[in-house]
């Protein structure tokens, strides 16, 4: 089972900036699209960013225009990169990597990643 591991969390002050990396542990095929999600403490995972295999990329209203998403297809890694930080981005973070088949869809998720916004 290919593991997602992340990295790049941490302790920022509000109006600062973080970048996440999400790289897995072996080569994935049939990547249809990566992302990232978070979950606060007592809620949902929600999603923060996707980017397609053809370099789609789709926001959750609340970080447009602070974050970015990036990827590369040939190291199957995906970034995160997250300016103007604000107290209410404070969540674990997890990658997410799908591939999509003839069969369907399998999704791979990483461990998470905490990202903590002081004001």
């Known amino acids: 089972q290919v593991q997602l591991v992340e990295s790049g969390g941490g302790l920022v002050q509000a109006g600062g900036s973080l970048r996440l990396s999400c790289v897995p542990s072996?080569?994935?095929?049939?990547?249809?699209?990566m992302g990232w999600y978070r979950q606060a403490p007592g809620k949902q995972r929600d999603l923060v960013a996707t980017?397609?295999?053809?370099?789609?990329?789709n926001y959750a209203d609340s970080v447009k225009g602070r974050f970015t998403i990036s990827g590369d297809n040939a190291k199957n890694t995906v970034y995160l990169q997250m300016n103007s930080l604000k107290p209410e981005d404070t969540a674990v973070y997890y990658c997410?990597?799908?591939?999509?088949?003839?069969?369907?869809?399998?999704?791979?998720w990483g461990q998470g990643t905490q990202v903590t916004v002081s004001s």
């Open positions: 072996a080569r994935i095929f049939g990547i249809s699209a």
């Open positions: 980017i397609t295999s053809g370099g789609t990329t």
């Open positions: 997410n990597i799908r591939r999509t088949t003839t069969i369907g869809n399998y999704d791979s």
